[in-house]
């Protein structure tokens, strides 16, 4: 089993819809989170920490669920812009900084 | 601002030639990495370091050797190349700790004939 999981899509999103996606951790000792954003062909780049009671950057919202061992990922009017793969990472808490990371969730948002 | 720097970017190799992946980061991180990153598999850990002189094996290390003689410099060398190492890699670098974002050099396309 992968220790995390997401499902890898494409969400096909109309411009201006609203998307959400998740991702499951399977060590119960993580203790951060993060979302990556991957455009093609291009390296991750951070798109936002995963704080305990959820938090927001403009219109995208993380959460986290703890005792079901996932997170996730919500886009509010969605822009063409935000057609990428995005990257559940989660940081093991005795793993020295070593990311996990999960295959990614493809994101399409069309005209 | 340069950020994570790789070379080469691309480079075509042929089975049991060696070849050297140079990363430089101009942070003043104390940790580097090596990911390697294939279709439906996310990016894999090679080998990370936590300091000047120290390296360590990630998840998948075999084929690969890395050296961190200077604090800024990451290399990522392989010995014997092998197609099973075709692979997109990355270089990366965070300050180190828990909960600190980790940044990424552009990556490397690697493909072994």
């Known amino acids: 089993r992968k220790e995390v999981e997401q499902d890898p899509g494409p969400f096909n999103v109309p411009e201006g819809a609203t998307v959400a996606f998740n991702c499951t951790y399977s060590?119960?000792?993580?203790?951060?989170f993060f979302w990556y954003r991957q455009d093609c062909r291009k390296e991750p780049k951070l798109l936002m920490s995963v704080y305990s009671s959820g938090n927001e950057d403009g219109r995208f919202t993380a959460q986290l669920n703890r005792a079901s061992q996932y997170i996730s990922l919500l886009i509010r009017d969605s822009k063409l812009s935000d057609s990428a793969t995005y990257l559940c990472v989660v940081n093991i808490a005795d793993s020295w900084g070593k990311l996990q990371f999960g295959a990614g969730t493809q994101v399409v948002v069309t005209p | 601002n340069a950020g994570v720097t790789q070379t080469p970017k691309f480079r075509v190799l042929k089975t049991g030639q060696s070849m050297t992946l140079l990363c430089a980061q101009d942070?003043?991180?104390?940790?580097m990495y090596w990911y390697r990153q294939d279709p439906g598999m996310g990016l894999r850990l090679i080998h990370y370091?936590?300091?000047?002189?120290?390296?360590a094996k990630g998840e998948v290390p075999d084929g690969y050797n890395v050296s961190r003689l200077k604090k800024q410099n990451f290399l990522l060398g392989l010995e014997s190349a092998a197609p099973s190492q075709t692979s997109v890699y990355f270089c990366?670098?965070?300050?180190?700790?828990?909960?600190?974002?980790?940044?990424f050099g552009e990556g490397s396309w690697l493909t072994v004939v």
């Open positions: 942070m003043n991180h104390e940790y």
């Open positions: 060590n119960s000792a993580s203790q951060s």
């Open positions: 990366a670098s965070s300050p180190g700790g828990s909960g600190n974002t980790i940044y």
């Open positions: 370091s936590v300091g000047e002189g120290t390296t």
